[in-house]
C-alpha cells in the first residue's frame, strides 16, 4: 500500500520576497537565465480548483472536502494578471498558456482573455494565447473564449474507455461530455487542438491505440506525456512511467511513424506524424528524456508566486509588490529580470542523472508545488 503525503497548506504560502535592484534597466525584449535559456512562454494559473481529481495531479483522497482551497481574495485579480503579463511581454514572453486547476472555472475567464488578446509584443505581434482545460465545460464556454481572443485550446484527456477515463478522473465524468467540448472547439474555430494523454503504465496504457486510431485523420494533435513525479501527493513510481521509447514501438506498430522537426526551440512536445498522412502526434518525456536544455518556460501561481520550474519548491511573491501599492512597473519588472537572470533551474535533467526513485539533490526534501497550484 504506497503512503501518500497530505501536503501541508502552508508550502503555498513559502515563498520569497522579490529583489528590486538598485539599478532599473529598461527591458530589452530578451532575458535569458544562467543557462543562456530566454524567457519565452508564461503559464499563468487562474484557480487552484478543479472539478476532477486526477491521481496523478489531484488525488480525491488529499484534495478532498476538508481541502483548504485558496479564497477568491488571495487570487491576482485579472487587472493584477493583465499588469503582470505586460511586464513578462517586455522581457520577451510571446506565448501565454492559461492553466489551473481548471481554468473554465474561474467566472468570466474570457474577459480575462480580452484583456490580454489587446497586449502585443515590443514588435507589435499579438500574443499566442491558448489555455489547458479538461473541457468538462467546453461545449458551454468554447464560443464565448474564442470571440474574446483565444486561438487555441490544449484538452487533458487520458483514455477512450468510459470507465477507465471515469476512474481517472475520479469524478465519474463520461468521456463523451469530453469528446463533445472537443467537436465545438473545433466547430467555433480554436485551432490546432491538442490533445494530452497522460500515460500511466498499468492503468491507461492499453489506451494508445485507441486514442491513436480515434484521433488519425482529425486534425487533432494527439500528446503523450510520461508520468511524473510532480508535487508531493501523486505516489509516483518509476515503475508506473511507459517510457516514451516503449510507446512510439507501440503505435509504430499500428501506424508508421516519421519524426518531424519542432516548431520552435523549447517546444515540449517531439513531432511525430503518420507516414500515411494521418496527421501528427508528440511525446513529452520529462522523465526518460529531458528537455530542461531549451526550456524557456515561466509559471505564475493562482495567488501571484512567480515559480521557475514545475518541480520548484518554493517561488517568489509577485503579489506582495503589486499589492504593496508603491512598487513601480519599472521597479516590478526589475525584480522579474533579477528573478530570471538567476534561474537554473533544470529538475528533469538531474532527476535523469540518478536511480529511479532517488530524489534530485538540492530538492533537500523540500515538498515539491502541487501541479494543480500552478499549472502543467
Ligand atoms: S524540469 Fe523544470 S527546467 Fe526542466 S523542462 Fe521541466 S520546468 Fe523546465
Redesign the pocket.
Known sequence: MIEKVIPLADLRYAARMPHIPAQLQAPTGMLADTLSRPLHDLRISVTDRCNFRCSYCMPSEVFNKDYAFLPQSSLLSFEEITRLTKIFVAHGVEKIRLTGGEPLLRKHLEVLIGMLARLTTPSGKPLDITLTTNASLLAKKAQALKDAGLQRVTVSLDGLDDAVFRRMNDVDFPVADVLKGIEVAHKVGLAPIKVNMVVKRGTNDAEILPMARHFRNSGVVLRFIEYMDVGATNGWRMDEVLPSAQLLERLQAGFPLEAIDANYTGE?AERWRYRDGGGEIGVIS?VTK???GD?N?ARLSTEGKLFL???ASQGHDLRALLRDGSYSDEQISAAVAHIWQGRS?????LRAALPPDASVPGSDGARRVEMSYIGG
Open positions: 515540449t520529462s529531458a528537455f530542461c526550456c518556460r520550474c514545475l518541480f533551474d533544470r529538475y528533469s535533467e
